[in-house]
């Protein structure tokens, strides 16, 4: 029978009888085979006393399973479809109930004749092997697989024979915290590998929504077993589970069991009383000698437990009197034992899916012994660090990992705590001990991106690294995409570039072009973009000399340098030089696509969605479209073949295309498109937030513009906000990489919430995204000053709708005064913007009362748009149109009537070839100047040229239609 299945038999629980020995009462399931062996149920056997967390433990299975019927028959198919071998990863946070659903779907499976379990560790490479090719179906899973450090190694002969001839069938299942960094890595450590990942998404294990009567029944359930298990009555009283900790199975049975004890809880205390429950189930066991002093023996169990947990156990009782002697700092022989006596009968070394035969385990559930930790180390105070110390002194790699991880999942609630705690361990050692850290650093994965674990790792590298190290870390695998590694991955970078020995050799030199290339990369994903540019650029010029050497080898790699070049240009504002860039990189990849589809269709897809992104920032706006659109074709192409490789590239893709959409007034069709990217990013961040969270957030500032110009104004400010919000987490914990995102939101959110008439909050908006440039620009003056001026302009706008006019006036003076020193170096790329602001100042100083200062601020920026649109036409007739509105404006103030008419004649002359060509993109712009127009005529007495009347007919009897 299954401990899940447990029942009480006819004489009910007696008093006397201990809980563990009740539940031993019942066998685990009997092996049939010998290759059964080597997998394990998932169940264990009870400890000899049940403490509360014994209690809410999955693998002893005290309380009944219920619900999760529809994700068990998804599973149940899955295994029974017909493909010989599939692999997939479940996942979901500390306490979902992902192993308890593992156990009742092994379960189910050996009911039907699979051989079915958890592989626990130890298992040898030679065994698996036997397993994988025997043709009896066979479900594996893998427990705390980000925690494993051999999971590559596991996988390797799933994945041959995935590749190969099965004549069974065979699943392996990954069950994880987080899909993050860990996994990233994973599916890129070796083409099979990646293979046998690829055929499913990850699946995340659901959270218990609150309102579904599954919630309430497995709590209702629990409180039933609970009641039984302990001797008490079923309480009458009703716990309110609408808490979104209540989202995971544990807290729902923490609350049934504090329920049963009459203990008063809330959903934020619950983790608490429920260890101090723990710590009184301790006293309760020791004798009566050992309670003269009961504060010192919790403190020292506390200790004892909090090592343990941290070091993954103790394998050997002398390892555990060793361990406990240290955590506990007690050099007596005869306590020590005593605790590791009661130690042994609370917390039992199991052969399990959580790691191999021990003689002490850790206090689990997870949540349980995370908090704890916290607990101990927080009462520790100043000595938390010498504690630290006596636990992990003689900690092997294994022990340093698990130490690691456990502080790193608790930095995610408790990062001001957690970040001292581990600088202290890494610092200690850092020759020792980093490898460790970085291979806990993927595991952790950092699920909310927002753990502390790679930001402590990568200021100690900063300090103390070394060469060795870095060859180390390399070795072990740097995550493509990663948030909480990028600052590491750019040290990792340098420090290999260092080591590389000078000279022209190919070898060496293709060496350096690749780290030099990775290295570009990472810089500007941390917003450096002038060293992103510069290492960029040596590694073109290196791939050129190869190039010459040999053509067919080092073209993909000049192509793809050459597409990150101009990436780095256009953040840099050095548009024509990057166009360029992006045209022979398309070029190579055209060639290389047609010749090799299958290997380039991708990379051609990517440079031509750069490509549209450089069209539409010079004003091409047809051509950009055309290029993104058959970028969004070959991405769709992609994505039906690889979902989980191409789905980010499509999502980007149809977040450009959308812009462009918009741009050209194309509404409902850019509405479509930002949808379907928002819609698959959510998807992505939802698997792994650490990768992708931030494209979430770029896609729903998209969305939220999308909106605003449809008139969706409530929906386009919710998806504004939900983008700062994102991108205000991020900031927080990686400011260099994401404080510019954050203030662009802001510059967005400010003008949504002034179309809703919010002007308070959208003034605050703007005023904080302006700090965070002018805080920016202090430091990186050539990155930021453009994005400071951009923000002044938008400030001028927001203060303007509040009756802020000095201050406007102000903010439009600062942003011009930037503007000329931008323009200064750099004029073809700014200055479009310098003549944005001096109209912006044009309006300011008109406010105000001071016209003449106002006529020569629109002058000056109607003669910078008549340059702008001599070298470029395309791009900046609109703006010379709008610039010309506007000095028809301080014109007319002045009593200049006709030469105000002039120029609104001259705006509608612009306009009015474009508005017949694109309608959607200029309708407003064209209305605005034909009513200025009409009502300027009136003002002088003059009536319509009939060519004037014709326009206005045809742009009214388009509106009706």
């Not at 399973?65 to 028959?73: D, I, S």
Request: glycine share 8%; charged share 20%.
């Amino acid at each position: 029978m299954l401990i899940n299945e447990l029942h009480v038999g006819p004489g009910g629980i007696g008093v006397n009888v201990p809980l563990g020995a009740q539940l031993r009462h019942f066998p685990l399931d009997a092996a049939n085979d010998p290759l059964d062996d080597l997998l394990i149920p998932g169940t264990a056997e009870p400890p000899a006393e049940l403490s509360p967390a014994a209690l809410l433990n999955a693998r002893y299975a005290v309380v009944p399973f219920v619900g999760r019927e529809t994700l068990l028959k998804e599973i149940h198919a899955w295994c029974d479809d017909p493909a010989p071998t599939r692999a997939r990863l479940f996942y979901g946070p500390g306490g979902i109930g992902k192993t308890r659903l593992f156990i009742e779907a092994c379960a189910w499976m050996r009911r039907e004749g699979w051989r079915a379990g958890f592989l626990p560790q130890g298992v040898h490479r030679q065994q698996i092997e036997a397993l994988v090719a025997a043709e009896h179906p066979t479900l594996v899973v893998i427990d705390y697989a980000e925690s494993r450090p051999d999971v590559r190694d596991l996988l390797a002969p799933f994945a041959r024979l995935r590749s190969g001839k099965c004549n069974g069938r065979l699943r392996l299942v990954l069950l994880a915290r987080n899909a993050g960094d860990w996994w990233t890595f994973l599916q890129s450590s070796a083409a099979e590998v990646g293979i046998l990942l690829g055929d499913h998404a990850p699946r995340e294990i659901p959270p218990l929504v609150h309102g579904e009567p599954m919630r309430t029944e497995i709590f209702q359930d629990a409180v039933a077993r609970f009641a039984q298990l302990l001797g008490k009555a079923v309480p009458g009283t009703t716990t309110p589970l609408d808490d979104r900790r209540y989202d995971r199975v544990l807290y729902v049975h923490m609350a049934a069991l504090a329920t049963v004890e009459g203990r008063p809880f809330t959903a934020q205390t619950l983790t608490g009383s429920t260890l101090d429950h723990e710590q009184r189930f301790w006293l309760s066991l020791l004798p009566h000698d050992d309670l003269l002093d009961a504060q010192l023996c919790t403190e020292q169990m506390r200790r004892a437990v909090t090592a343990l947990t941290m070091c993954g156990g103790a394998m050997s009782r002398s390892e555990a009197a060793d361990l406990v002697a240290r955590a506990t700092e007690d050099s007596d022989k005869r306590c020590v034992e005593r605790r590791v006596q009661l130690l042994r009968r609370l917390y039992p070394g199991q052969h399990s899916n959580v790691g191999g035969s021990g003689y002490l385990g850790v206090l689990d559930p997870d949540l349980l012994g995370e908090a704890m930790v916290h607990r101990t180390l927080s009462l520790e105070g100043g000595d938390a660090g010498p504690y630290l110390e006596r636990v992990l002194a003689l900690a092997g790699e294994d022990a340093l990992r698990t130490a690691f991880i456990v502080l790193g999942r608790m930095s995610e609630d408790h990062p001001t705590d957690a970040e001292p705690w581990l600088a202290h361990v890494l610092g200690s050692d850092v020759a020792n001990r980093t490898t460790a850290a970085f291979a806990a650093a993927k595991a952790v994965g950092e699920h909310t991106a927002h753990a502390r674990l790679g930001t402590v790792l990568a200021r100690t590298l900063e300090r103390e690294g070394t060469a060795e190290i870095a060859a180390r870390l390399a070795s072990a695998g740097v995550p493509e995409r990663t948030v909480s590694l990028r600052e590491v991955a750019v040290w990792v970078d340098k420090k290999r570039l260092e080591q590389l020995p000078q000279g022209s050799e190919t070898e060496v030199l293709a060496e350096r072009a690749r780290l030099l290339c990775s290295l570009g990369v990472r810089e500007g994903e941390l917003g450096q973009r002038e060293a992103a540019l510069a290492s960029t650029q040596e590694a073109v010029g290196h791939y050129r000399q190869l190039f010459k050497q040999r053509p067919v080898e080092f073209l993909p790699h000049l192509a793809l340098s050459l597409n990150n070049l101009g990436n780095r240009q256009s953040q840099l504002g050095q548009l024509e030089p990057g166009l360029a860039s992006i045209h022979e990189s398309l070029d190579y990849y055209r060639w290389l696509a047609e010749q090799w589809p299958d290997a380039f269709l991708s990379t051609l897809a990517m440079s031509l969605h750069n490509l549209g992104l450089w069209q539409s920032e010079l004003g091409q706006l047809e051509p950009a479209r055309a290029s993104t659109l058959e970028a969004v074709d070959h991405c769709r192409r992609l994505v039906k073949q690889q979902p989980d490789a191409h789905l980010l590239n499509l999502a980007g893709c149809l977040n450009t295309l959308g812009k462009i959409q918009n741009a050209l007034g194309e509404r409902d069709a850019a509405l479509a498109s930002a949808q379907e990217a928002v819609g698959y990013c959510r998807q992505l961040a939802e698997q792994q937030p650490d990768a992708f969270l931030p494209n979430l957030a770029i896609c729903l500032k998209t969305l939220g513009t999308t909106q605003s110009e449809l008139g969706q104004r409530e929906a386009a400010l919710t998806s504004t906000l939900e983008a700062v919000e994102h991108f205000r987490r991020l900031a927080k914990l990686r400011p260099n990489a994401f404080l510019p995102d954050l203030a662009m939101g802001l510059n967005n959110l400010g003008r949504r919430q002034g179309e809703l008439g919010q002007t308070d909050a959208a003034v605050a908006s703007a005023q904080e995204a302006v700090e965070h440039f002018r805080r920016l620009a202090e430091q990186q003056p050539d990155t930021f000053l453009p994005e400071l001026a951009l923000s002044l302009n938008n400030l001028v706008q927001r203060q303007d709708e509040l009756g802020q006019r000095d201050a406007a006036l102000a903010s439009a003076q600062e942003a011009v005064g930037y503007y000329r020193q931008l323009v200064a170096r750099r004029p073809d790329a700014f200055l479009h913007l310098l003549a944005m602001s001096l109209t912006n100042l044009a309006k300011a100083q008109n406010e105000l009362g001071e016209r003449r200062a106002a006529l020569a601020s629109a002058q000056e920026a109607m003669g910078n748009c008549r340059q702008l649109v001599a070298r470029r036409p395309d791009a900046f007739l609109h703006l010379l149109a709008m610039s010309l509105t506007n000095l028809a404006k301080a014109q007319n103030e002045l009593g200049q009537r006709d030469e105000a008419l002039a120029s609104t004649q001259e705006a509608v002359d612009i306009l009015w070839p474009n508005y017949l060509a694109v309608p959607e993109a200029f309708e407003r712009s064209v209305a605005v100047v034909l009513l200025n127009l009409l009502k300027q005529l009136e003002e002088l007495g003059q009536f319509p040229a009939p060519a004037l009347l014709q326009r206005v007919e045809f742009f009214n009897a388009r509106l009706r239609d």
